[in-house]
């Protein structure tokens, strides 16, 4: 994996406490479990967004297939 060197500046507080909670962790290190962070929280979003649409449709409403409701109760036992 390459590496990319970040200079930036950053709420001082906010870094102090995440150093406090990571001791022994440098800087890199936590940037990256940050940003890794990051993209779960962006990824678990997109899954959600994905399904909602089956919140939006009740689990008893027919379609070409018959209802998920049905096929849920029929699935169930076995």
């Not at 890794?36 to 689990?59: C, I, K, N, W």
């Amino acid at each position: 994996m390459g590496r990319v060197r970040v200079s930036t500046t950053v709420d001082e507080s906010l870094l102090s406490r995440v150093r406090e909670i990571r001791a022994g962790a440098n800087d890199a290190t936590i940037l990256d479990e940050s940003l890794e962070a990051l993209l779960r929280v962006h990824r678990t979003a997109e899954f959600e967004s994905a399904y909602a649409t089956y919140d939006a449709v009740p689990l008893n409403e027919p379609d070409a297939w018959g209802d998920l409701a049905s096929f849920r109760d029929a699935a169930g036992p076995s």
